[in-house]
């Protein structure tokens, strides 16, 4: 059974501009976590990941944008609006010294919410699934600006948490993950650092 997907206020007073953002914001949001956590938000969802046979996006990265909005914005993705939910970029991630026998272990989907298609450049929402059951909240206790009572999660719900609320300032998801989205769309195999992408922003 898929458990649901919980993003909790934010912490700060007031909160930050991004954390639930306005719905009439054009944003380009990427949630990303554990292989594990995800299959338990989309415990159905197949994933096709044999060299032969990998596509992209994953089955789960539809999915997973669509339960992120869900939870930002409090509706779903509305078929009238051509840009309401647009999948453009995903990560796959693997770690084989954690899990040898799983070709992936991380996965991340990029999806625009009602960004132009010209606009390369358009605001980012940092948001990571955090890991409970494997450490017992471990890493979320650590990484974390908030306390997390595991047993709140485990067999319960699955945290996600915008950069805000955590330890780690993301100075570099803006261009990153906007970038990464460049390069998949357009091909721009050389942005390789913020450098390279300023030169681009600016023409």
């Not at 955090?130 to 990484?143: F, K, R």
């Not at 908030?146 to 699955?158: L, R």
């Not at 390069?183 to 023409?203: A, C, F, M, P």
Request: aromatic residues 8%; proline residues 10%; negative net charge.
């Amino acid at each position: 059974m898929a458990l649901p997907f919980y993003i909790p206020p934010c912490i700060h007073a007031p909160p930050d501009q991004y954390h639930l953002p306005p719905p009439d914001q054009p944003l380009k949001i990427q949630i990303e976590g554990p292989l594990v956590a995800i299959q338990r938000l989309l415990p159905h969802i197949p994933w096709r990941l044999g060299y032969l046979d990998r596509t992209f996006p994953q089955p789960a990265g539809p999915e997973l944008g669509r339960l992120t909005y869900q939870v930002i914005y409090g509706r779903e993705v509305s078929s009238e609006v051509q840009s309401d939910l647009v999948v453009r970029d995903e990560y796959l991630g693997w770690m084989p010294e954690k899990r040898p026998d799983e070709l992936i272990d991380y996965y991340g989907v990029t999806s625009h919410h009602l960004v132009p298609a010209d606009d390369i450049n358009p605001e980012v929402l940092q948001i990571n699934i955090i890991e409970i059951e494997d450490d017992n909240g471990v890493y979320a206790n650590t990484w974390l600006l908030f306390k997390v009572d595991p047993t709140e999660f485990i067999g319960k719900k699955v945290l996600a948490v915008p950069r805000c609320c955590q330890k780690r300032k993301g100075t570099q998801d803006h261009w990153r993950v906007n970038a990464l989205v460049e390069q998949r769309v357009h091909g721009r195999e050389h942005l390789r650092d913020l450098k390279d992408w300023e030169n681009i922003t600016k023409g």
